[in-house]
């Protein structure tokens, strides 16, 4: 399987901010998000999820953000004959008092 690559761009106490890229085919691998975070599309296209419950195709417009909740578990393909590349922002929790 070939695997998307990623490269962090910022990491802080507050936020990781890290951008993906896929060339047609390329997968994440299984993973489970630790944080609330949020997906901007640097492409339009779609991305498969892989999800306990099945997989679903989902369509992507470039620049069209949307958030979800820690604790996603999944694979994400990229099942476009282009590469696809997305920025993603993940919301760490504020540090401890």
Not at 21 to 50: K, N, Q, S
Not at 55 to 71: C, D, F, I, N
Request: charged share 25%; hydrophobic share 35%; proline share 6%.
């Amino acid at each position: 399987m070939l695997r998307a690559t990623s490269e962090v761009q910022l990491d802080t106490e507050r936020v990781r901010v890290t951008e993906w890229c896929f060339c047609p085919g390329a997968a994440t691998g299984w993973h489970t998000h630790e944080y609330d975070y949020i997906v901007v599309p640097l492409t339009t296209g779609a991305l498969r999820l892989d999800e306990a419950d099945g997989s679903r195709t989902v369509q992507l417009e470039q620049g069209k953000s949307y958030a979800r909740a820690a604790s996603v578990q999944h694979d994400v393909v990229n099942p476009n004959a282009f590469e696809f590349r997305f920025v993603e922002i993940e919301l760490k929790p504020p540090p401890s008092r």
